[in-house]
């Protein structure tokens, strides 16, 4: 492998697969490195890929109902929990039944190694199949830079070179802060951290437990007591014959209130409302890792330079804007935009930052960045201690009274709402609440 | 369900290298900081992996061995103690997820 490549990518995650598919479609000579024992051996997500992008790397991949994918979804959930208490909004429907799916539930140890297999054969199928290459178990400790242009990449002793370097590292972003685009040290401030248990069911308790239809899933997301009083949210998502049941975060908060995240994450279990849900499983991995918030704060001002890209979760490129959180198909995305800017740049055959800006303006044009900037209120919002402490109080204590029927007279709905936001917090609290919630939403 | 503790749930884990006694550490604490200047020494309960661990004299003391690459330490320590990388695939340590 001593001659030039037209691209490198680092990560084999979403996003770098993502990339790789695109180059590999359009003949580009790339390199793609990964420092894992496989694809998506170090990845960890929720996760839900949403929105349809990847019927554009794998057309019609609902076929391949042993592909990499476990289940769309179908159904639906937000929870406002206190201590003993649920009160959730739920939808489920029939239109989300037919492909392309609205969301995809995925393992990524499974989904990003299955993805591989599918930019393997794109390479096959390239004018550089015997040039193109997925390596993995390799390391990149440094982007080469040449009168400030990343010309390549230094694993131990050895360089690799392309015209064009995609950094899809993940939120860990090291090489991203080498290349100057991003502070050396990235405060907890916008930070997450996520912690995740996969449960094993017998299918056909999963599926009964929580109503699914062959390959149909749910996505629950809660708040409240979840997080005892930490900022961030809980998560729950149907794999195939396992769940993944996790919390996010906020670092800051966490590191503040002297809670350690896997005690929470016991707690939230046995919550008597989520203790009934995931009864009788078998805990079979544990994991964690750290997210961005989706505060524009953190990301890096420019997510290129002369001969450089960056995209996916390495940009900070996720949010929870209350609806979903979002980061695989931001990944996606970004990931396709990178690879066509790199293609861009071949056929100009000018890799300057002049032309790498178009990625940053395509991304900033997409669904992507126009999301992360109209939400910015909502991602506020979400990490206000009123909408994730006192509301779900609030709400889980006006439906403790409104659906309790005692052989007395009873209160309208209107005086019982009044005496829960007096119990748990201030009308002021609810109109400002209101007013954000309407204008962020 | 049985309330899993944590190092019930960190033998779930495959990590690389385990059969490697003399592993090269991909995270360097500086513990010296975290033991004079740190006022809340939050990697001892931040860490989901419990790598931080502090003594009975309220000293804190790393080991790489139990790191699921997280990054939370790199994050939360804010006074400069934490230097961190991957670890090297050969003579790291590290994890490989089994779902992810």
Known sequence: MDEKFDCIIVGAGVAGLTAAMILARNNMKFLLIEKGEFPGSKNVSGGVIWGEDLSRLVPEY???????????????????????????????????????????????????????????????????????????????????????????????????????????????????????????????????????????????????????????????????????????????????????????????????????????LSDFKAHPVIKDTIRGGEVVEYSAHVVSSGDKRIMPKKLYKDGLLVCGEAANLLMNAGKAIQGMDYAMRSGILAAESAIKARDAGDFSSHIMKGYQDALNNSYVMQDINNFQDAVHLLHNPVMYQKMPNLINHFGRNFFTIRNEPTKKAHAMFRESVSEHASWMDLIKIGIKGARSL | MKRLNLTERLGLISYRNQSKSDIKPHIRVETDICNSVCPHKCTTYVCPANCYTMDEEGKVHFQVEDCIECGTCMYACDQGAVTWEFPDPEIGRGITWNYG
């Open chain 1, 62 to 264: 609902w076929h391949e109902t042993d592909g990499g994918w476990d289940r769309y979804i179908n159904h639906r959930r937000l929870t406002f929990i206190d201590e003993q208490s649920s009160f959730s909004i739920d939808f489920k429907s029939d239109h989300f039944n037919t492909p392309p799916y609205a969301g995809i539930v995925v393992l990524r140890s499974k989904f990003d190694r299955w993805l591989a297999g599918k930019v393997e054969e794109a390479i096959a199928e390239s004018d550089f199949a015997m040039d193109s290459f997925i390596a993995t178990n390799i390391l990149v400790e440094e982007i080469l830079m040449e009168k400030d242009k990343a010309v390549g990449i230094r694993t131990g002793d050895e360089k690799f070179y392309a015209d064009s370097i995609i950094l899809a590292e993940g939120v860990n972003n090291l090489l991203t802060r080498q290349a100057g685009l991003q502070n050396d040290y990235v405060p907890a401030d916008h930070i997450l951290t996520g912690v995740k248990e996969i449960i094993r069911y017998d299918q056909n308790v999963l599926e009964d437990r929580f109503q699914l239809n062959g390959l149909s899933g749910m996505s629950n997301e809660y708040v409240g007591f979840a997080t005892r009083g930490v900022e961030g949210g809980g998560f729950l998502y149907t794999n195939r014959d396992t769940i993944s049941i996790g919390l996010v975060l906020g670092l800051k908060d966490l590191r503040k209130k002297g809670l350690k995240p896997h005690d929470i």
